[in-house]
């Protein structure tokens, strides 16, 4: 931003060419205070725009996540406490799922020898592939939170002689299918078919493993992918960081439990009727600080519920009659017949591309600033 600035001189205001150079600093005398000065910077500082503010960095408030009892079923009451805390806030925390904490607890064991290996070794086994691959401290979309890894669920992690990866898929496949369901039971609450539907073309998983930060601030780690909705399986009693488009929060999360939180592929999708989170939750260093030794690794894994890059992406928009609940609308068949969507909610977004849109986001980083969901705003 700062290059693109224009750097215009000052007008020279003394007419003729004998006109004197300027004296030096050293002969002017300081006619303004330090108490003026601060006034000054004072006053020019509160006309600056309002919306000029940034998402806050520092000390984000702590914010219980809603529970939410999961069950197999979607009953009303599941589907209403869904929708309200999707709507609402935009993340919440789920007990009495099916995944075991001995399952989550072997995964992890299984990927901490991970980041022991050389830098060689980790790119071989997750070579760089956007997003997917390895991400060091000392990389470009590397933000110092410390190292991750990111695959593909459906590329099957092969066991080597250092290591073994059964306890990891498992619980891939346990995390993808609990996502699935609420992607399900989310847009149900809404009054809307199951929008990712039963063919397995019609998403992608993308698992990362991370290192806990190790900074007390709000971070966001391994860079930011566009998603439907993302999982991470707390094994701990921790808080996460978040942002939201209110700005950074910290969520204590239960030991057990599934953190989920709302993507912007979600909050387009619902026409703007449910909140988005910006990124993963991020363990905050100063939750795990009564480990036993300050030298441990807190490892995290999170998985996201997201589409193909060749997906065009657009909102679901319900009827405005009485019988919303009971129309579905597809977008596809809409775009092709060219439906002028009379008697439909009007939308608040374009339809984009979601490869260029995730490109974007992923690469230049606007999102830590900005909605990059803004551009596309009706």
């Known amino acids: 931003m700062a290059s693109s600035l224009d750097h215009n001189q000052l007008p020279n205001i003394h007419a003729g060419a004998t006109a004197a150079p300027p004296p030096t600093p050293s002969s002017q005398t300081n006619h303004l205070s330090t108490s003026a000065a601060a006034d000054a910077l004072s006053k020019l500082l509160h006309r600056l725009p309002p919306n000029l503010s940034l998402p806050t960095r520092r000390s984000p408030s702590v914010i219980p996540p809603p529970t939410i009892s999961f069950s197999e079923s979607p009953n009303p009451d599941l589907l209403n406490r869904l929708l309200s805390a999707a709507s609402e806030l935009g993340f919440f925390q789920l007990t009495d799922h099916k995944i075991s904490s001995h399952l989550a607890l072997s995964a992890e064991s299984e990927s901490a020898p991970l980041f022991n290996l050389p830098a060689e070794k980790k790119e071989s086994l997750f070579p760089k592939n956007w997003p997917l691959g390895f991400k060091g401290d000392g990389d470009e979309e590397s933000d110092g939170s410390g190292e991750s890894l990111c695959f593909d669920s459906r590329n099957c992690l092969s066991d080597s002689p250092e290591i073994s990866f059964h306890s990891l898929t498992d619980f891939v496949l346990e995390m993808e299918s609990l996502g699935l369901k ?23 998983s993308l698992v990362w493993i991370s290192e806990g930060c190790r900074s007390t601030e709000p971070a966001m780690a391994g860079g930011f992918y566009p998603y439907i909705i993302g999982l991470q399986y707390q094994s701990r009693n921790q808080k996460c960081s978040l942002l939201g488009d209110s700005g950074w929060v910290a969520a204590a999360a239960a030991a057990d439990s599934v953190m989920v939180s709302i993507g912007d592929i979600a909050q387009v999708w619902s026409n703007g009727k449910l909140k988005k989170m910006r990124g993963r939750p991020v363990p905050m260093a100063s939750s795990v600080a009564n480990t036993s030794s300050t030298n441990s690794r807190t490892i995290s894994l999170s998985l996201l519920i997201t589409l193909p890059v060749d997906t065009q992406v657009s909102p679901l928009l319900l009827s405005t009659n009485e019988n919303a609940n009971e129309e ?34 992923y690469h230049d980083r606007c999102f830590l600033l900005k909605d990059p969901l803004n551009r596309y705003r009706i």
């Open 182 to 204: 609420i992607v399900e039971f989310l847009f149900r609450a809404i009054g809307f078919e199951n929008p990712i539907g039963e063919d397995r073309t019609g998403f992608r």
């Open 328 to 361: 579905q609308f597809d977008k596809k068949e809409r775009e092709d017949d060219g439906d002028s969507g009379e008697g439909k909610e009007k939308a608040v977004f374009h339809s984009f591309n979601f490869e260029e849109y995730a490109w974007r986001v």
